[in-house]
């Protein structure tokens, strides 16, 4: 793909401030980010949304709403509020969604946790709607059940959305969390016209850990053109986020980071 | 569960040898196991298969075969006469059924690593039926999709015995591996009569492999009573297996992973 197809998430560089991941954007050709909300919160909301906006650059999305499992009615109500604000940040920033990260298992009872998140969402609903700010609802690896989303896959994640019922709330596809699945191919299609978000990496292994193991584009055994042929071919034409969690890339400068990720991403995907 | 329900296989205490395993299971009252090849290897076939069938214990399964993806031919024939070999092995200990892992990811080739499987197995088939040995496909999770297993859950092992439609092929049910499934429910349902064999262990994190991080039963978030009431109520009436593929739990003496793994059998099961 071309650079012009191109977001850089945040957290693939997460040593850099905002202003430095603006820069290497606009320097390097790329025309959107996708920043995480601890990195908003660095500088404030409203100084974040002017140096967003000042820029020109197209925000994919914000990462991340959700969390919406708790053991208790305390912890659920706090991570609404949580997503309301959430919501507006998004809002403030101009992003295309706000990426839904659901949340983990409560207890052993995934069918229980899995209500909690169709609850949380719908909680949230009326101010996103009002805001004109769809909700991304992305399906993890099953490797985070228990830790970060008791939705695991893209078939999962539509089933939700048609429950709720709502223009507002659509998918984001992640090719590291669903290009295991048989049925993905037929999923993507079934979620056309409502794709909010495609990110990429590339799944390596050995994996060390159910968070940070990814590996950079074209290291790994995800057939990435194909994948994102089926997410054109089912209408989103947004530009495609390089998210890479990996404690490996991490450790080096995010400099060469974003060398190697851009070179991939024009020679890979 | 009584721990006349119980049978221990032999990875989850993997330092031990043959002999030790027939011993322990027999003073613990414990009537089944299930070896894997390799710690028959270390006696042969015929030592095995007398020193298992004069114990009295039954055998559950033998693991393993399959692994029938290779980038080249030879490499797929050769899977499929090491099978065959494991058929004859699972043949001479009596073994309930030969649990299938069916293989990892070849290149970036998910459909056509899928087909090698379904070519493998239907190429084994003739010799597991005229032995009337039952190859039970087992679904990994799909966070071993890339080295292990391209067959991710019970809907897809289960498509695939559809696929080579033989009696002689079923599936085994691995609650580590399918735990998170929206489906499992209706898919252990949809297995009925079908289901060879039912192995259990916990899920803990964090993960620090994708093979080796399973965790004792009782410590983790699954609810393997209920997964073990589905897989009952789908009619499979033999022992459980025990079955902890794990660094921690193999740095401990193996008569106290027992003690533990037994007493949490009959606690939390």
Known sequence: MELADCSINT????????????????????????P???????????EAARMIRGSGLRVTSLCRGGMFTAPHEEGRRAAIEDNLRAIDEAYAIGADCLVL??????????????????????????????AGMPLGIEALHPMMVADRSVITTLGEALDLADAIGSHTVGV?????????????????????????GFQI??????VTGQ??????IGDGCIDLPAIARSVRAAGYDGPVEIEI??????????GQVLDVALARFARDV
Request: glycine content about 8%; charged content about 20%.
């Open 172 to 196: 984001v596809v992640d090719a590291y969390n669903v290009s295991w699945d048989p049925q993905l191919e037929a999923q993507v299609r079934r979620a056309s016209g409502r794709i909010l």
């Open 101 to 130: 990260v659901c949340g983990g298992l409560v207890g052993k009872d995934l069918a229980g946790s899995r209500a909690m998140v169709r609850d949380g969402i719908e909680a949230i609903l009326p101010h996103a709607a009002a």
């Open 11 to 34: 957290i693939t560089v997460r040593s850099l401030g905002l202003r430095a991941v603006i820069d290497e954007a606009l320097a390097r050709g790329v025309p959107a980010i996708a």
């Open 36 to 46: 995480w909300r601890d990195l908003l919160a660095t500088v404030g909301t409203d």
């Open 201 to 206: 990496s590339d799944w390596v292994v050995p």
């Open 211 to 216: 968070l940070v193991s990814r590996g950079m």
């Open 245 to 254: 969690l990996s404690d490996r890339w991490w450790s080096q400068p995010p």
